[in-house]
T-cell receptor, first 114, second 114 residues
Framework: DAGVTQSPTHLIKTRGQQVTLRCSPK?????VSWYQQALGQGPQFIFQ???????QRGNFPDRFSGHQFPNYSSELNVNALLLGDSALYLC?????????????FGPGTRLLVL | QKEVEQNSGPLSVPEGAIASLNCTYS??????FFWYRQYSGKSPELIMS????GDKEDGRFTAQLNKASQYVSLLIRDSQPSDSATYLC??????????????FGKGTKLSVIP
């Protein structure tokens, strides 16, 4: 049973650049959520995609955008990178309508902005 | 602002003892509660989920929920050095706007001393 996968595992960018992170959900799941985790903090919700649409968004600026594809995989795009965007970016997948809609996390992408 | 509070620790317990991790939440309408374990440099891994008031046991782990007190806890019996990690409490609100966003505490760092 394939779990949640993310790519790349690590990324180094400079301020002002743009980055795209990718996520494939767990087999059988149709919903993808993205979280940002700064060092020493709990994950913060960025947004969730279901049926190829952004279903809910957290308190993140428009520089953060995403997409979901027909095969349920998803991308997170961040434009005009700031130093403060350095963090672990986590993708979580779930099945809408399932009991408690438990979210399972991928291994994450660690982004460093210099 | 919906909040989830945890003691940051570190919580140190001797091997074989019971570790008790606590979490309070502010949104009285919350319906689902999760405990994730996160090893240093890794992504969160689901340990337990609980939905109803009372206790839920899974192996050495017991989750306890008291909705009236807005309190959820995790007990780890016979603690092992491999249990040393940060434990994240996460809360999912009831249906409606904002119902898909997991809100996390900052986590409690547990250290099991051999």
């Amino acid at each position: 049973d394939a779990g949640v996968t993310q790519s790349p595992t690590h990324l180094i960018k400079t301020r002002g650049q743009q980055v795209t992170l990718r996520c494939s959900p767990k087999s059988g799941h149709d919903t993808v959520s993205w979280y940002q985790q700064a060092l020493g903090q709990g994950p913060q919700f960025i947004f969730q995609y279901y049926e190829e649409e952004e279903r809910q968004r957290g308190n993140f600026p428009d520089r953060f955008s995403g997409h979901q594809f027909p095969n349920y995989s998803s991308e997170l795009n961040v434009n005009a990178l700031l130093l403060g965007d350095s963090a672990l970016y986590l993708c979580a997948s779930s099945l809408t309508g399932a009991y408690q809609e438990t979210q399972y996390f991928g291994p994450g992408t660690r982004l460093l902005v210099l | 602002q919906k909040e989830v509070e945890q003691n940051s620790g570190p919580l140190s317990v001797p091997e074989g003892a019971i570790a008790s991790l606590n979490c309070t939440y502010s949104d009285r309408g919350s319906q689902s509660f999760f405990w994730y374990r996160q090893y240093s440099g890794k992504s969160p891994e689901l340990i337990m989920s609980i939905y109803s008031n009372g206790d839920k046991e899974d192996g050495r782990f017991t989750a306890q929920l008291n909705k009236a007190s807005q309190y959820v806890s995790l007990l780890i019996r016979d603690s092992q050095p491999s249990d040393s990690a940060t434990y994240l409490c996460a809360v999912l609100p009831r249906g409606g706007a904002g119902s898909y966003q997991l809100t996390f505490g900052k986590g409690t760092k547990l250290s099991v001393i051999p």
